[in-house]
């Protein structure tokens, strides 16, 4: 069974500082895809950066990049540049294609970061 | 304009009861679940709905009992009501083909059963 760790229950990280949240990964399946998920006081789910398991290249969205490493089934996510506005719970997610064909998610338990002024 | 609209947003009710949570997407997605959080923020899929067909049914009590009228709406039935039902609800939408670009997420109702 597929299963995702965040072994960070919880993060704090200076203003304008540069935070790195861990998430490792378990599964049998070559192709895949793993997302980060960002859920503010506001309890909104707002997706933050995906990677495709078959792209090398790490993925990135302005201060927001991962390091993903494939054969370590690793998938960090590095918060460049840290603002107020970041402090949230953030989920890692892996998704899988299930047997009816269509895809869903497997959450971590997710790092609750918050962002100090 | 909300792309994935819950309602209502909070609800507490007492053990028992029966409720229902609406969800309605206007973002032309043809697939839209249900998932499940609970009070350790754990995340799990209840239910998945493709053009108004049941497409993933999780371990889930037949006390809730999903239904999908069209393909922007999504709802979510509970029967006699149980403490431990609760939980914050999300409902979601993306389209089949996309679905690996993620999802768009309601902005969750808190259920609380006491």
């Known amino acids: 069974a597929q299963t995702v760790t965040q072994s960070q229950p919880e993060m704090s990280v200076q203003e304008a500082e540069t935070v790195t949240l861990s998430c490792t990964y378990d599964?049998?399946?070559?192709?895949?895809?793993l997302f980060w998920y960002k859920q503010p006081p506001s309890r909104q789910m707002i997706l933050v950066i995906r990677?495709?398991?078959?792209?090398?290249q790490n993925a990135t969205e302005n201060r927001f990049s991962v390091n993903f490493q494939k054969a370590a089934k690793s998938f960090s996510l590095k918060i460049s540049d840290s603002q107020l506005g970041d402090t949230a719970m953030y989920f890692c997610?892996?998704?899988?294609?299930?047997?009816?064909?269509?895809?869903?998610?497997?959450f971590g338990t997710g790092t609750r970061l918050k962002v100090l002024a | 304009d909300t792309a994935v609209s819950q309602t209502p947003k909070y609800l507490v009710t007492q053990m028992g009861n029966d409720k229902s949570i609406k969800c309605e997407q206007n973002l032309g997605h043809d697939t839209m679940y249900w998932y499940k959080q609970d009070s350790k923020k754990f995340l799990k899929i209840m239910f998945s709905?493709?053009?108004?067909?049941?497409?993933i049914n999780e371990t889930v009590p037949n006390r809730f009992s999903p239904k999908s009228p069209d393909k922007a709406h999504l709802n979510l039935h509970i029967n006699s009501l149980e403490l431990g039902d609760s939980a914050v609800y999300f409902c979601a939408s993306s389209h089949v083909y996309g679905q690996r670009y993620g999802y768009t997420f309601g902005s969750g109702t808190r259920l609380t059963v006491v």
């Open positions: 990677q495709e398991a078959y792209k090398q």
């Open positions: 709905y493709n053009n108004k067909e049941l497409i």
């Open positions: 997610a892996f998704m899988k294609l299930t047997t009816s064909g269509t895809y869903k998610y497997i």
């Open positions: 599964t049998s399946e070559s192709n895949y895809y």
